[in-house]
């Protein structure tokens, strides 16, 4: 495939190791409360990990994405980094407001447990009016347009984990 639409989903994206070592990196890192993105009231949504310096995870996520798209390879990382989410809590929508042609958000979901449907955690995007959820099933990678509205919910009862890759055309 050349590039992906404005939203694609592909489950089992990662071996089963590389799937579960994801995870254990999401359960171990440091966060810091606000993730990057505070409203207009101030009020931050989630915590969130930079990966600026973990140069390995990226480019681990860089080839595996170019082995799918050909397309990326055109492209390069602005930003990256793992979203977590407390129980019950409520993010806010946004773009990642990135111009220039195509640019995409990839959001890769590390959980380990099978989906639970009653346990909420779709990421919701605004698409031609209506809004999409995509179920953060384990090992599921989605592709979406960094200039369309979206945001994570949390699960009930769990963290959710989300690694975020954010590319732009060079």
């Not at 590039?3 to 994801?22: A, M, Q, R």
């Not at 990057?36 to 969130?48: C, I, L, N, R």
């Not at 990642?96 to 346990?119: H, M, Q, R, V, W």
Request: proline share 5%; with cysteine.
């Amino acid at each position: 495939m050349n590039l992906p639409d404005k939203i694609t989903v592909l489950d089992n994206f990662l071996s089963k190791e590389d799937h579960k070592g994801i995870y254990n990196l999401c359960k171990s890192v440091g966060y810091y409360v606000g993730g990057g993105d505070v409203q207009e009231s101030g009020e931050p949504s989630g915590m969130w990990y930079p990966l600026k310096n973990n140069t390995a995870v990226k480019e681990f996520f860089r080839s595996e994405i170019e082995k799918k798209f050909e397309g990326f390879k055109k492209y390069t990382i602005t930003h990256s980094g793992i979203n977590c989410f407390m129980p019950k809590e409520i993010p806010y929508f946004h773009t990642d407001g990135y111009s220039g042609e195509n640019p995409f958000t990839i959001l890769y979901y590390p959980n380990l447990k099978e989906y639970d449907l009653s346990e909420g955690g779709c990421t919701e995007i605004l698409h031609n009016n209506q809004i999409i959820g995509i179920q953060p099933k384990p090992n599921r990678i989605l592709f979406l347009d960094s200039r369309l509205e979206h945001r994570a919910t949390s699960f009930r009862s769990d963290l959710r984990f989300t690694l975020t890759l954010r590319f732009n055309s060079i």
